[in-house]
């Protein structure tokens, strides 16, 4: 199935008005360390996911984004997709943002989890101008 969403280093940075965190219901089994949770973390590489739902929660409402649903299905790999980012990944594919590669022998792959390299960020980002999503 997909895989397991984690807390990651530096993943709650930026949220400085943030008063209280519930964590209570999840599960924590795995986690090693929270002391870096809150850093911002710019030395990190950002993931293909990560990227989408960035340029989707800048550009367009959170009803644009949930209409797509998080249907991935078009991807071998769709239900790799973590939970959080499967809406956006989805926008961004019925948009034509996000093509994926075309494996001959294994099919259509989104690959969410890669770290994003210059060549793929340039890709969508230029989609993006040409379409007008950004401006």
Not at 104 to 110: E, N, T, V, Y
Request: charged letters at 25%.
């Amino acid at each position: 199935m997909g895989r397991e969403d984690t807390w990651e280093s530096g993943m709650l940075s930026g949220c400085t008005r943030l008063a209280y965190l519930d964590v209570s219901s999840l599960d924590t089994s795995n986690v090693t360390s929270m002391g870096c949770m809150f850093d911002f973390a710019a030395d990190k590489p950002v993931s293909f996911e990560q990227m989408i739902t960035i340029l989707a929660r800048i550009t367009v409402t959170p009803d644009e984004i949930a209409a797509s649903r998080g249907d991935l299905s078009a991807f071998v790999d769709g239900d790799m997709a973590s939970s959080w980012s499967r809406n956006p990944l989805a926008w961004a594919h019925d948009l034509g943002l996000v093509e994926g590669y075309n494996e001959p022998d294994r099919g259509k792959l989104l690959c969410p989890g890669e770290n994003v390299e210059r060549q793929r960020a340039a890709t969508v980002l230029a989609r993006a101008f040409t379409m007008g999503v950004l401006k």
